[in-house]
């Protein structure tokens, strides 16, 4: 399953640009999509799973032209966890995964197995007969995976999967994606770089509707290599100030007083130390440079 985005535009009623003429290949595997929010990374997800229509462009899921014409094919391929995933209150998590998987056509034999196996993978078995009304914010989110996993898609474009996790289910759910895109093309959206790190090594980062970066994540640090600094200051007064003149992705109070991490294009006019770039730094470097 490969995807290939050309000239892809989107804007709403209000004349804002959501996308902005870009391109882009997302091949097998997972792909990454990292972005502040308002980027217009739902927007271009909303397309893919033929929601939205674009205003100009084209896209091709598996040589399948997404248009009209081909919303029922494409749909039939792709399982979509949006970030506001509707949920059936009153059901339990058993009874609304039973319904959204027969709305998947999904056999009802196998919907049942695919469910117990992914609320086994998700640490939710022991909820399973609590109603969707009872549950956490967290678990909510991870029964709406399931509902995407369960007519296993050829394409899952899955929207901040973890918002709402704690770091053990975090590792969880990027563990279960690692695995579920080994034959499969999965599109992972999140502003969180760690996410990401674990799980792929290619990826697109979007800004304002476009593509500064595309490409593996390894190139994307190769970019940030000498842009990254330590020091350590007296006070807050002190990091506030450099705050002003650099791009600061990391503060951590030490002995001697606030040790930061800086992004700049030269070396700074402060004491420092020159720092191995990490995705985070190489993401604030990427979609600052120039500012």
């Not at 909510?140 to 289910?169: F, S, W």
Request: proline residues 5%.
């Amino acid at each position: 399953m490969s995807i290939i985005i050309n000239n892809l535009s989107v804007q709403f009623k209000n004349g804002v640009t959501a996308i902005d003429h870009v391109n882009l290949d997302i091949p097998t595997g997972i792909y990454g999509l990292l972005g502040e929010n308002g980027a217009g990374k739902t927007t271009l997800m909303r397309v893919l799973t033929t929601l939205l229509k674009p205003a100009t462009g084209t896209v091709s899921i598996n040589g399948i032209a997404c248009q009209e014409g081909n919303y029922e094919k494409i749909r039939r391929k792709i399982g979509y966890l949006p970030q506001e995933c509707s949920l059936y209150p009153n059901l339990s998590v058993q009874e609304c995964l039973e319904y959204l998987g027969g709305l998947a056509n999904v056999p009802p034999n196998d919907c049942r197995l695919r469910i117990a196996y992914y609320l086994e993978q998700t640490g939710l078995t022991a909820q399973r007969r609590k109603k969707i009304r009872q549950l956490s914010g967290g678990m909510k989110r991870r029964v709406g995976l399931i509902q995407a996993l369960l007519n296993e898609p050829e394409l899952l474009v899955v929207d901040e999967p973890t918002t709402g996790l704690d770091p053990e289910e975090r590792i969880r759910i990027r563990n279960l994606l690692v695995d579920f895109s080994a034959n499969r093309t999965v599109l992972f959206s999140t502003h969180v770089t760690e996410d990401l790190a674990a799980t792929c090594s290619r990826l697109a980062v979007m800004q304002h509707g476009r593509f500064p970066y595309q490409g593996t994540a390894r190139q994307l640090l190769q970019l940030s290599e000498g842009h990254v600094w330590t020091c350590t200051v007296q006070n807050d007064a002190e990091a506030r100030q450099l705050s002003q003149q650099y791009q600061i992705s990391g503060k951590q109070y030490v002995p001697n007083g606030i040790g930061l991490k800086l992004i700049s294009e030269t070396r700074p006019t402060i004491p420092c130390q020159p720092q191995p770039p990490c995705l985070e730094d190489a993401y604030l470097y990427i979609t600052h440079a120039g500012q």
